[in-house]
């Protein structure tokens, strides 16, 4: 495939920026389509014209990575100025520490535990029966007990996910860690930190480049004929084929918006434990950027719920028997030719950005190696099975 053909994206969410910016480099003209009205997908990122506070419009997004290429990938595009994700929860009529740490594990029991007590005390409360945990509920008796996993994950999970938790996979719990120690840093990665001017002008200067044109607020049919030498489509895979084997389930949220003046909660994230309250947590904007001060505040509620027909997808569910439809959709998607299903919505699954930005880099190498030996590009390099 020659330098100097054209190259589709739809999307201009961070797949779409990032492979974009590759194949740019390395001489492709792209053009990029999105529906919405801004770039930057759900990382969107906005000013709020009353407070001047910078708003993580679809929910907070908060960049942590190991990957050291990915974080100086970020940085070259903006600075990154240091944040740490201190998650607090109020349930039972308590505000606690999470992840959970020594401080919730003392604070919840009236104890004064060290750390070793505190591990066997745990071990104590575990469900030693469940050897080989599958469910998000089998995962916390069998790693917290009873008693932390109603406070702290019951009730959140089953408002978040909309099921039992016995219904969910236990991958969904193994991205939270049981710390026995102070440490409530709610990531354990090398490398955390915020955008110093917001996610959408990260993305805006990704896509800064001469050979890239972005057509905001556009849809593009991706099986409408075309004069693209390949497309990558970041859009939702049961989208992709007009939803022929029905809609893969997802979550969507409502936020409710709400400006205070001060410090509404001392904190940005607020989770809510109680199944009896209606929202999972709340966030206080500011506080995602805290090298800026603000006397306003905006803060969110955010709700969980199905996501209709008309509602903007999430997080995929992936329940057990979604995965037969799923495996439709892959054998149907794995049929076309000359397009890379990219990103979140179009593999199905739950992405952090940096993973979201390694799999982009990835698949754009990939693409250019391709191109050279002439060899065919795979429907996908990140498989949603
Ligand atoms: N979770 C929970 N209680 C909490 C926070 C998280 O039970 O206070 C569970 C919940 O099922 C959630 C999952 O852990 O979906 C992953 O949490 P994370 O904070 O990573 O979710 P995100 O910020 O991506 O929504």
């Given at each position: 495939?020659?330098q100097?053909?054209?190259?589709?994206?739809v999307?201009?969410?961070?797949?779409?920026?990032v492979?974009?910016?590759?194949?740019?480099?390395?001489?492709y003209?792209?053009?990029?389509?999105?529906t919405?009205?801004h770039?930057?997908g759900?990382c969107?990122?906005?000013?709020d014209?009353?407070?001047g506070?910078?708003?993580h419009?679809?929910?907070?997004h908060i960049f942590?990575?190991?990957d050291?290429?990915v974080?100086?990938?970020?940085?070259g595009?903006?600075?990154?100025?240091p944040?740490?994700?201190?998650?607090k929860?109020?349930?039972?009529g308590?505000?606690?520490?999470?992840?959970?740490?020594?401080?919730?594990?003392?604070?919840?029991?009236?104890?004064?535990f060290r750390?070793?007590?505190?591990?066997a005390?745990?071990?104590e409360?575990?469900?030693?029966t469940?050897?080989?945990?599958?469910?998000?509920?089998e995962?916390a008796?069998?790693?917290?007990?009873?008693?932390?996993y109603?406070?702290?994950f019951?009730?959140y999970?089953?408002k978040?996910?909309?099921?039992s938790?016995t219904?969910?996979p236990?991958?969904?719990?193994?991205?939270?860690?049981?710390?026995?120690n102070?440490?409530?840093?709610?990531?354990?990665?090398k490398?955390?930190g915020m955008?110093?001017n917001?996610y959408?002008?990260m993305i805006e200067?990704?896509?800064?480049?001469?050979?890239i044109?972005v057509?905001?607020?556009?849809h593009?049919?991706p099986r409408?004929?075309?004069?693209?030498?390949?497309?990558?489509?970041?859009?939702p895979?049961?989208?992709?084929?007009?939803?022929?084997?029905?809609?893969l389930?997802?979550?969507?949220?409502?936020f409710e918006?709400?400006?205070?003046?001060g410090?509404?909660q001392?904190?940005?994230?607020?989770?809510?434990g109680?199944?009896?309250?209606?929202?999972?947590?709340?966030t206080?904007h500011?506080?995602?950027?805290?090298?800026?001060?603000h006397e306003?505040?905006?803060?969110?509620?955010?709700?969980?719920r199905?996501?209709?027909?008309?509602d903007?997808?999430?997080?995929?569910i992936?329940?057990?028997?979604?995965?037969?439809?799923?495996?439709?959709?892959?054998?149907?998607?794995?049929?076309?030719?000359?397009?890379?299903?990219?990103g979140?919505?179009?593999t199905y699954?739950y992405?952090?950005?940096?993973v979201?930005?390694?799999?982009a880099?990835?698949?754009?190498?990939?693409?250019?190696?391709?191109?050279?030996?002439e060899a065919?590009?795979?429907?996908?390099?990140?498989?949603?099975l």
């Amino acid at each position: 495939m020659a330098q100097g053909q054209k190259i589709g994206i739809v999307g201009a969410g961070l797949s779409g920026a990032v492979i974009a910016r590759e194949l740019a480099e390395a001489g492709y003209e792209v053009e990029v389509f999105d529906t919405r009205p801004h770039i930057g997908g759900n990382c969107h990122t906005e000013r709020d014209a009353e407070t001047g506070v910078m708003v993580h419009i679809y929910g907070p997004h908060i960049f942590h990575t190991d990957d050291a290429e990915v974080w100086d990938y970020v940085n070259g595009y903006q600075t990154f100025l240091p944040y740490k994700n201190r998650v607090k929860t109020t349930s039972q009529g308590q505000v606690y520490s999470l992840p959970v740490n020594l401080h919730t594990i003392n604070q919840f029991f009236g104890k004064t535990f060290r750390p070793e007590e505190a591990r066997a005390f745990i071990e104590e409360q575990a469900d030693k029966t469940i050897t080989d945990p599958q469910t998000f509920e089998e995962q916390a008796l069998r790693f917290v007990g009873r008693d932390l996993y109603e406070a702290f994950f019951k009730g959140y999970t089953e408002k978040q996910w909309g099921c039992s938790p016995t219904d969910l996979p236990a991958s969904i719990l193994k991205r939270l860690p049981v710390r026995f120690n102070y440490d409530d840093n709610y990531f354990f990665h090398k490398f955390q930190g915020m955008p110093e001017n917001g996610y959408t002008d990260m993305i805006e200067k990704i896509f800064d480049h001469p050979k890239i044109k972005v057509t905001l607020g556009q849809h593009f049919d991706p099986r409408a004929p075309h004069d693209y030498a390949h497309l990558f489509y970041s859009g939702p895979l049961d989208g992709y084929f007009a939803y022929e084997f029905g809609r893969l389930g997802y979550r969507t949220l409502d936020f409710e918006r709400f400006t205070y003046q001060g410090d509404y909660q001392g904190c940005a994230v607020m989770n809510y434990g109680d199944a009896s309250v209606p929202y999972t947590r709340i966030t206080e904007h500011k506080h995602f950027s805290p090298w800026e001060s603000h006397e306003g505040s905006v803060c969110y509620r955010e709700f969980s719920r199905a996501c209709g027909e008309d509602d903007i997808p999430y997080y995929p569910i992936r329940l057990v028997e979604e995965k037969a439809q799923l495996a439709d959709y892959v054998a149907r998607a794995n049929e076309e030719k000359a397009v890379t299903f990219v990103g979140r919505l179009a593999t199905y699954r739950y992405l952090d950005m940096d993973v979201t930005i390694r799999e982009a880099l990835d698949t754009a190498r990939l693409f250019l190696a391709k191109s050279k030996e002439e060899a065919a590009m795979p429907a996908f390099v990140h498989a949603p099975l």
